[in-house]
Each structure stands twice: as C-alpha cells, then as structure tokens.
C-alpha cells in the first residue's frame, strides 16, 4: 500500500493518474452539450449505495470508469451556458492549477511551521483586498470556507466587541455588567432580503435567532435606511444594543447592494459595528468600470468576499476583513502544542491566530496564481461581461409579455416570473406552474434556474456568472420555462372543469 503515497518514489505514478483524470474530465467538458442529465434521486442512488467499498478496485482506470458513472457523467456542469441556477461561476484556467498544486503539496495554513511561503502568500492576498477595498493600514482578515463563515467570523468579533465597549462603559459609571447580563440584549439589524447565515450566525453565538431585527426593503430591494434610522433609535429606547448593522453588497435573491454611505453614518451614530456581506458583490473589487457601486464599504468595520463566485475561483475561496487587526484578537486562543504565546512574541506569524479554523486549505494559492495570469482587469473585466447581459437580459424578459420582473438588476440577478395571458387563473395556480416549470427544466436537463418567494409569490431566478452565456440562450430559457408552465395550466385547468 506504500506504493500509493506520494513521494520522491511515487512521482511517475502521480504523474500519471492525475494526468488520466485531467483527460478524462477535459473530455466531459469538450463534449457537454447541457448543464447535466436530468437524472433524479431514485435512479441514482441505488448505484452510488450499491457499490462496496470494502472492495477496491485498485486499478486508476478502472476506478476513473466507475467515477464516469457514479459522477462525471451526471454532475452538474457550472461552465454550460445554460446554468443560470445558484451563485456557481464557471472556473478559470489558472485557479484549477493552483487546485492541483495545492493539493498536492497539501500545506495547511494554521502554523508557519507547516506553511511558510503559504501564510505569507495568503497574508499578502489579504492585504491586496483589503486595499482594494480601502480599509486602512490597520486592516488584516484570513481565509475562510466561504461567505457563511466569514459572516459568523465577523458577527463573532462584533459582538465580543460591543461586550467589550458596554462593559467598560458600565464600569466606568461604577456599574459592573456582565457578560451573561448582555447577550439576550445585543441586536443584530440587516435587510429583509440578506443572507441567511446572519440568522444562524446569531443563533450560533448564544443571542438566537430574535436578535436579528429584520429591516424592510425598498423598490429596487435595497435595505431602507429610513426604517434602519427608526429601529435603531428603537433599539436604544429600550435599553438594547445595537451589536451590529449588517448591509449587503449583492444580495442573493436581487444582486442589490444596500446604500452603504447611509448606513456606516448609522452604524456610526449608534456605536454599532458595520458589517458588509459582498460575497457575491466582491467582484465589483476588480472591475475596471463599477467600483463606484461599493463606494462606502471602505468605512466598514468588516468585510466578507467570496472569490469563488464573481473572481471565477474553484470553490472555496472566501475571506473575512476587518479594518482593526486587534478585533481579530476575539478569536484568538494559544496551545501550548501548535502557537504557544511566545510565537507571537517572537513575531512568528500563525495564521491559526486570527483563523476560527486550525487546519485550514492553501487555498489562497488559487487566487495568486489567477491574479500572476490574468491581473486584477482581467477578472473584473469577466463579472462586466456578466452584469451587461443581465442588463440585457432583463430588456429580454422586460419585453416579453409571458412574463413580469421584479427589478433591473444591480449586478447579475434577473428574478422573474410566468404569468399567464388574461389573468383571470388562480394565484395559487400560478404559483404552482412557475415552481412546476422549474422542477420539470431541471428534470430534462437542458437548464438550470434558481427559484424564490417575492411578497409570498414563487418566483424564477437566472444567477448570471458565466460571460459564455447570451442573450439568445436566455431567450431559450425562458421558452422552455413557458412551454413547462403552460402544459402544467392547461392539464390543471381540464381537470377542474
């Protein structure tokens, strides 16, 4: 077996069998002609529960075969034009080396003593994004797994902060506070339409889930600062906290960016930490042309981005900034075994210090190679390309009688829904038909879109990511979504009659 590890005496083997599995999936990509096959759970499963995995097959070709049918052939295929489900980008070229390099090498980027060129590579990523950004010559952050964690990470630094700054008010006044005391009274407040890692993240960090005041939306399904304004001054009114104010910058559903000025002058006002999700807006970093659409987020106090959606990164690929590197303190716990206190003194730099990780991917590596290829241009120009067809695309579905959209897009979300000639049919039955076609798209495999619920209404999604994709496949789409949606009706409507 010890002919399978890969060392200085396994290197030709390596060579080899990752060279059959770059073939092998180079193949499906030149020869796939739709997002996947429409195979569903019942057909699949028995396969996968079938095989016994106490009986290797030993053989790489053998086990690449068996791979086609269990996963290469059915797999869900980013890269095809006609993906327009979740916030899943087609991967560039120079990301995927940086994968096979390393996962290779397989460093871990907890302590300097297992990562070297790694953490400094990755400390050097984090200080260019936080440039870009406009953080401050204080700014650090660290790698996470994606915009869920990063999210957590940030809510975790404020709310030990605010704990930390109410305390020693309260002591300063000759009152003594605890930290018990003060959990059940900090809030949280982000929009209506925010990530749902917000809710979980407050539930994780002992507040729960009502700790999160949801903030209504506008027209064009950006956070409302006016109402922000009121329940903040609500929040003080009744002896609460105002922990932190979380806007986002490209929201899931919409692709809308919250007005940032107005929201770091309330954030402010109110003492509370500001925190920006850009996950899916992080792009807009690079952009040759839009960076102008994330003016105030260098007045955040932390900062998630996910290059594994708009900088075209191989998932994961996300980090967590922050403008002070002494919140990153909040996180920090020394072992005697791994980052005893006296590393840091001796400015040895672990990045398990600032990480609610300990072992943790090189994954930075991906992100520095694809930036040392392309440049920073190079990947904004591609999230462009994106956000001028969802311009055009929403001219498309705009004009197209069959269907009503929600908004113009901020960034690269088209939201949209079926709605039948005469309107004289059931709501529910219209919701029933666009939640249907859905279903039945995916089903046949031809395309992927993304659904969700408007004002209670079920509605589609196109997530736009892939320059590759057009107008004229978005028109394809959208027949396709008619045809499924009006079979479903008219079935529907001979039986009731």
């Known amino acids: 077996m010890r002919s399978h590890l890969l060392n200085e ?14 073939e092998r999936v180079a193949a499906k990509l030149a020869t796939t002609e739709r997002p996947h096959t429409g195979i569903s759970v019942d057909e699949l499963a028995p396969v ?8 290797p097959l030993a053989d790489t070709a053998a086990v690449l075969d068996e791979l086609e049918d269990v996963y290469l052939r059915d797999a869900v295929y980013f890269h095809h034009p006609r993906y327009l489900g979740h916030l899943n980008c087609p991967v560039v070229i120079p990301a995927v080396l940086g994968e096979a390099i390393l996962s290779a090498v397989n460093s871990s980027l907890d302590t300097w003593d297992q990562s070297i060129g790694g953490t400094l590579i990755e400390r050097r990523l984090i200080d260019w994004t936080t440039e870009r950004i406009g953080l401050g010559p204080a700014a650090d952050g660290i790698f996470t797994s994606g915009g869920s964690q990063s999210n957590f990470h940030a809510l975790l630094l404020a709310r030990d902060e605010a704990c930390r700054l109410v305390m020693k008010k309260a002591l300063d006044e000759g009152r003594e506070l605890t930290k018990a005391e003060l ?16 809710q979980k993240s407050a539930a994780m ?23 922000l304004a009121l329940e903040l001054e609500e929040c003080a009114s009744e002896g609460l906290f105002p922990m932190a104010v979380v806007a986002t910058a490209g929201t899931t559903d919409f692709g809308s960016i919250d007005p940032l000025p107005e929201i770091a002058r309330l954030a402010d006002e109110h003492s509370a930490w500001m925190h920006v999700d850009a996950a899916y807006g992080c792009g807009l970093l690079a952009s040759p042309t839009r960076r102008h659409l994330l003016d105030g987020i260098e007045r955040a106090d932390s900062v998630t981005v996910d290059y594994h959606k708009s900088f075209f990164q191989p998932v994961s690929s996300s980090a967590m900034l922050v403008r002070d590197r002494d919140t990153l303190k909040h996180a920090t716990y020394h ?39 392309m440049g920073a241009d190079g990947i904004g120009s591609l999230f462009d390309e994106v956000i001028d067809l969802a311009a055009a695309g929403w001219d498309v579905i705009d004009a197209d009688p069959r269907f009503e959209v929600v908004v113009k897009p901020q960034i690269s979300t088209l939201v949209f829904r079926y709605v039948p000639e005469g309107g004289d049919i059931r709501a529910d039955l219209v919701d029933e038909a666009n939640l249907h076609a859905r279903k039945a798209l995916f089903a046949s495999g031809e395309a992927v879109v993304a659904g969700t619920k408007v004002d209670g209404k079920q509605y589609l999604k196109f997530t736009l990511l892939n320059p590759q994709t057009t107008t004229a496949d978005i028109a394809a789409v959208l027949d396709l979504l008619a045809a499924h949606a009006e079979q479903f009706l008219g079935e529907s409507l001979a039986l009731h009659r």
């Not at 005496?9 to 599995?21: I, K, M, N, P, W």
């Open 9 to 22: 005496t396994t290197a030709d083997l390596y060579r080899r069998s990752v060279t059959e599995g770059v």
């Open 48 to 55: 996968i529960n079938g095989i016994d995995l106490d009986k």
């Open 183 to 198: 959990l059940p009274k900090l809030r949280i407040f982000t929009s209506e339409a925010s990530h749902f890692s917000v």
């Open 205 to 227: 960090l002992g507040l729960g889930y009502e700790a999160v005041i949801s903030v209504p939306v506008d027209r064009n399904r950006r956070m409302d600062t006016a109402v």
């Open 335 to 373: 072992a005697d075994y791994l980052n005893p206190r006296r590393m840091a003194e001796e400015r040895i730099p672990n990045q398990v210090d600032k990480s609610i990780q300990t072992t943790r991917r090189f994954d930075a590596l991906k992100l520095w190679v694809t930036l040392r290829v």
